[in-house]
């Protein structure tokens, strides 16, 4: 062995040591439905708003790290009851960490549901926090009984649900998240990353409950590339949180086009809502052909007799969706597709049915 891989197996941590990094595969030249992104570019008269302004920015500078006006934006177009605020996220994949890394005293749990998004686990392993995760009901709803049971036990500083869920995309019973927080002796952070595509939300229940935060990102809402996320909640809880919020954590260019896009909500409302209409015909289409899951996000699971071979085979066809596969018992065979134009899911069946025939 080379020192180099010595010194690497006996500084780096165990637990890093045998995880493996979260694989982005190579997309280039093709149709992407894997990471649901908005399928949509801008209108050009919004690009060259845009061009404008980033042209204009000031680089040389370090942005704003407490950017009022585009944080009062957030605060105004999104819903927030009042005496609320917003801590901004280089994603919101950094405020999963961010707030893992508040609440991390020794044997401090996170705890989530199984299967959801992977870096509720993930980030725990990172920290170095104990996490636990909680099987889904068969039909992915939660189940409350195990769940509950799993709250008073572990204790759990902190709890994730993502609501709608990722990779099943169904919301879960708001009942049964009621009960869950009233529970918790934690913080419980409803995770609705897929706030756009979804029939319910909890921001308006932050009032009710001391323990609850809302996380959404922009990501899904055709602002992947940004990196722009929030966590909103009461001052008690972000003023903790924003001292480890790193000071730049956002960007000159973020802050700036994500402002001139919030100016035009309406625009990236207007494609979400486009994206809903998909959604269904999608479901529909998957429907007469395999079994598919109910979603209220921009994805759809289905499940199929061999995910590994018809994911391979759909990617021979320059299609990329996502293999679900092997991540969790309860996804064998699975498979998770983004709604993209109709030009693409129009390809995307034409290419499924070509494969599993
Ligand atoms: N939460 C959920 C449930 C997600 O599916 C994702 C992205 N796939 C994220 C958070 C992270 O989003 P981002 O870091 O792009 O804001």
Redo the contacts with the bound molecule.
């Keep these: 062995m080379s020192s180099v891989s010595q010194s690497v197996k006996s500084l780096i941590r165990p637990e890093l040591l045998a995880l493996r990094a979260y694989h982005v595969p190579d997309s280039a030249d093709m149709i992407k439905l894997d ?2 992104e908005n399928p949509y570019h801008l209108p050009q008269f919004l690009r060259d708003e845009v061009a404008s302004a980033v042209a204009a920015a000031p680089i040389n500078r370090y942005p704003d790290p407490d950017p009022y006006a585009l944080k009062e934006k957030i605060r105004l177009l999104l819903g927030l009851p009042g005496g609320m605020d917003v801590l901004l ?1 280089n ?4 405020l ?1 960490q961010l707030l893992a890394l508040a609440v991390n005293k020794p044997g401090a749990a996170l705890l989530s549901v199984e299967p ?2 992977v ?1 509720y686990r993930m980030i725990a392993i990172f920290v170095g926090m104990r996490y636990v995760g909680v099987p889904l009901a068969a039909d992915f709803s939660l189940d409350l009984k195990a769940t509950l049971a799993a709250i008073h036990k572990e204790q759990p500083a902190l709890v994730f649900l ?1 609501y709608p ?2 990779p099943t995309g169904n919301l879960f019973s708001k009942d049964d998240i009621r009960r869950i927080i009233e529970a918790s002796p934690g913080l419980v952070v409803l ?1 609705e ?2 706030y756009a595509f979804a029939s319910d939300s909890f921001m308006p229940h932050l009032t009710n409950y001391p323990n609850l935060l809302v ?1 959404r ?4 809402l055709g602002m ?1 590339g940004l ?3 929030f966590l909103a909640g009461s001052e008690a809880w972000l003023e903790q949180l924003e001292k480890l919020r790193l000071p730049y954590n956002v960007g000159v260019l973020p802050q700036l086009v994500a402002e001139k896009l919030l100016d035009n909500h309406s625009v990236l409302l207007q494609q979400a809502d486009q994206i809903k209409v998909d959604r269904e015909t999608l479901y529909r289409q998957l429907n007469a052909m395999v079994q598919v899951y109910p979603s209220e996000a921009n994805f759809l699971m289905f499940k199929v007799s061999d995910a590994t071979r018809v994911f391979e085979d759909l990617k021979r066809r320059g299609m990329l969706i996502k293999n679900l596969n092997g991540g969790h018992p309860m996804l064998t065979d699975c498979l998770r597709v983004t709604v993209g134009t109709p030009a693409e899911c129009g390809k995307f069946i034409e290419a499924l049915q070509e494969s599993i025939s």
């Excluded at 994603?91 to 950094?94: I, L, P």
């Excluded at 990102?217 to 899904?220: A, E, M, P, R």
């Design positions: 990471a649901m996220g994603g919101s994949d950094e999963i959801s998004f870096m993502s869920n990722n995770d990353a897929y996380m990102t922009f990501s899904k992947a990196r722009l996320g």
